[in-house]
């Protein structure tokens, strides 16, 4: 198990693989599917077909139809139309998506964001006021959420229609707007739930177009990815195809971003979810969202490249605010009895526009729920993180009144309340939080794809996986754990050194492997010490180099039972006096030596145990490893491998028993015999004996005069009824493990996990 997680290690339905590598798809993708419970060849055609390209029918979303007839309407009348969005990467596409495709329809449109300072999130009455006093008659809100009733009841008395595009929760009330089109609207029973609001807004497109606007998918593969929402199905669809077409022709304005991010590589799932979607999503952070939409909507190069490096500094300028939060709020716990609190609540003069991202790195690094605030003449306003599945909108619900605005879910909320609440909030979450601790486990599980080790590590094996893309929410990055790879170097790096580098290796190579999360998790990992390490593997370019890196999920530090000290004359006058000592024989009567029959007399529990040669059975080995020891180790030293000396197996003595067949009076006399019987059966006198006691304990022969004669009487017998063949087998088996193996594998041979 890991340092961080309880680790999930998968099973296979090895027919299945097999029936699927017959597609020509790789044994490592059929394990990672399988894996992922995608265990029939139905649910893999579906997934690789490129049947649903086109997504499904629009129409099949409720008020769909309602919704493009009053569009189509207001553009015949020429109504001025706003589209109404919101300040994240999700809203500043969603909105860009519906502004371009109602101006090719001729539409009379322009658009609105709100402030995410001045106005908050969602629709708000004095904004749909001056909308509507500006002459507009049909607002069209695009990932707003679907809570402004009174807000669109407003609109309404106003002589305003409301178009609301959704995904997000759908409340208990409904607003009365002229249309709602969202996946999960109670009335509808469109097929695919898990839309980003760039997603709906397309299929609103897709509508009005009557063709499938592939065009615009380089919009919707960056709100979906940027959004976190699920990769699977239709998004799959959306996001494969938007990032062929930024790959192929890229909007000015993205060129102009890739280019001064300097990416010059292909762009996949990860440079919009690393690099453009936290960009995006920093212009809203730091100022208005608006400059996101003229930068999307750029024409030319030079209005571009000005809005994308205006862009960067606010990435930059976003950068370092949460920073200088993160380091504040660690310094504020660390240095006050808050630290002891279940749920840690901060506040301080911060930049409202980062404490999510904040609250998701503190939450990071002490693991429990976190509250991060700005405090604004005594109102504090923030966001909320947890952890673990302890349901922070649940908990945040039970003393509503104590808050003067909050919404969320599980893992996260946002909220605002008065700093005279703080202390009842304060000490509830914490009554609450220590009551989940008891009846919960505080350790994720998290699931493994692919168990190898180190040296199956290649560009191969890495490009193998590509056919998977796009990974995401609810299908990730394949995770694989390395067992038993060596810390050859421990490192850390970044500005403060906060990340961790550990360079692991086995025999053949080695691996960079890196991890910019929480690496005081894995602080007591050493170089020397065999890890099994969680991780997704992947390609790193730096200085137009490519090589291949991991990126640390978690560790699982191997304390192992046996340690090798054979082979290398160790001197066993070294031995500590009260360690126990193990042998065979007796030749030195110390008082902590042992022969391995009398082991029975040891207790539990005892420190270390040295085993000086090898017992005649792996039995004994078992005995002692239930005894718990600290640790075993292996000296072994042997003057006589039997198995070496002794040349029996069952394929000598089943010929040696068809020579005596095959002979007519059915007698052999060893002594004239010797030397074409030795030849035939390429052995050695001592193990023909041994041969001989063999067939005679089992009723097959006798032997007088050095002559072997067949009993007639003879029957079909179990060589397991020799005692002599069972003890030699013993004996050969724990041999060949304890001087043949090498010290994992007689680890693993043991290990009772
Ligand atoms: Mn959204």
């Not at 808050?338 to 503190?362: C, F, P, R």
């Not at 099994?532 to 180099?545: M, Q, V």
């Amino acid at each position: 198990m890991g340092i961080k997680y309880n680790w999930i290690y998968p099973t296979y339905d090895e027919s299945f693989i097999k029936e699927i590598e017959s597609y020509n798809i790789s044994k490592n993708v059929a394990k990672i599917l399988n894996a992922r419970s995608i265990t029939d060849m139905s649910s893999v055609k579906k997934y690789f077909s490129d049947e649903y390209e086109e997504g499904y029918d629009p129409f099949l979303m409720h008020d769909m139809q309602k919704a493009v007839d009053r569009i189509n309407e207001a553009i015949e009348n020429e109504e001025k139309i706003l589209v109404y969005g919101d300040y994240d990467a999700d809203g500043i596409t969603s909105t860009v998506l519906l502004v371009e495709t109602l101006i090719s329809l001729g539409a009379n449109v322009s658009s609105y964001i709100p402030n995410r300072f001045e106005e908050g999130y969602g629709p708000n009455k004095e904004a749909f006021t001056k909308i509507i006093e500006s002459g507009i008659s049909l607002i069209i809100t695009v990932d707003n959420g679907i809570a402004g009733v009174e807000e669109v009841d407003l609109a309404n008395e106003l002589g305003c229609d409301v178009i609301i595009t959704d995904h997000h929760k759908i409340q208990d009330t409904i607003p009365n707007a002229y249309a709602i089109i969202h996946p999960e609207h109670p009335e509808g029973n469109y097929p695919f739930k898990k839309l980003a609001g760039v997603g709906v807004a397309f299929k609103l497109a897709h509508a009005l177009l009557e063709i499938f606007p592939d065009f615009l998918l380089d919009l919707v593969a960056i709100g979906t990815i940027a959004d976190m929402v699920s990769i699977t199905d239709e998004n799959r669809i959306f996001v494969k195809q938007g990032l062929e077409l930024i790959n192929e022709d890229p909007r000015i304005g993205l060129k102009m971003l890739l280019e001064l991010s300097n990416i010059d590589t292909k762009v996949d799932e990860q440079t919009i979810g690393f690099y453009i979607g936290p960009k995006l999503n920093s212009i809203g952070r730091m100022d208005s969202a608006k400059l996101g939409l003229s930068f999307l909507m750029a024409e030319d190069a030079e209005t571009a490249r000005v809005l994308a490096e205006q862009i960067e500094k606010y990435n930059i300028e976003r950068k370092q605010v949460t920073e200088d939060i993160v380091k504040d709020v660690i310094d504020q716990i660390e240095n006050s009895s808050k630290k002891d609190n279940n749920v840690l609540m901060i506040s301080g003069d911060y930049h409202e526009g980062v404490l999510g991202i904040v609250a998701s790195n503190i939450v990071e690094k002490y693991q429990r729920p976190v509250f991060i605030m700005n405090n604004k003449e005594g109102i504090l306003k923030g966001s909320a993180r947890s952890i673990f599945d302890f349901n922070i909108y649940t908990a945040m619900n039970k003393i509503s009144d104590l808050f003067l605005a909050f919404g969320g879910h599980t893992l996260a909320a946002g909220f605002s309340f008065d700093e005279i609440n703080l202390d009842k909030i304060q000490e509830f979450l914490n009554c609450e939080y220590e009551k989940f601790k008891k009846n919960n486990e505080l350790k994720s599980t998290k699931k493994i794809d692919i168990v190898t080790s180190l040296e199956e590590i290649s560009y191969q094996f890495l490009n193998s996986l590509e056919i998977l893309k796009p990974f995401g929410m609810d299908f990730e990055k394949p995770t694989v754990l390395l067992e038993n790879a060596m810390v050859l170097n421990k490192s850390y790096f970044g500005s403060d050194n906060q990340y961790l580098r550990l360079t692991i290796a086995d025999e053949v190579g080695n691996l960079e492997c890196i991890t910019f999360k929480d690496s005081v998790a894995f602080e007591k990992v050493e170089k020397n010490d065999i890890i099994d390490l969680l991780c997704t593997i992947d390609k790193n370019n730096f200085n137009g180099r490519t090589k291949l890196q991991a990126h640390i999920i978690d560790i699982d530090i191997k304390e192992f039972l046996f340690e090798d000290l054979r082979f290398i004359n160790y001197d066993i006058s070294q031995i500590d006096n009260k360690a126990i000592k193990i042998s065979k024989k007796i030749d030195n009567r110390d008082i902590n030596y042992y022969l391995y029959k009398d082991i029975e007399k040891l207790e539990e529990n005892i420190e270390d145990i040295y085993l000086l040669d090898i017992p005649n059975s792996k039995e004994y080995i078992e005995k002692l490893v239930n005894l718990k020891p600290k640790k075993i180790y292996l000296i072994c030293e042997e003057k006589q491998v039997l198995s070496d000396v002794y040349l029996i197996d069952k394929d000598r003595l089943i010929k040696l028993f068809n020579i005596i067949l095959s002979i007519p009076n059915k007698q052999i006399n060893i002594t004239q015999q010797l030397d074409k019987l030795l030849t035939t059966l390429k052995t050695n006198v001592d193990s023909l004996k041994i041969m001989i006691q063999i067939f005679r304990e089992l009723n097959l022969i006798t032997f007088e005069n050095n002559t072997i004669k067949l009993n007639e009487n003879y029957k079909k017998v179990d060589l397991k009824q020799s005692a002599s063949f069972v003890r030699m087998e013993s004996i050969f088996e724990v041999e060949k493990l304890l001087l043949k193996e090498n010290i994992t594998n007689i680890n693993k041979a043991f290990d009772k996990n």
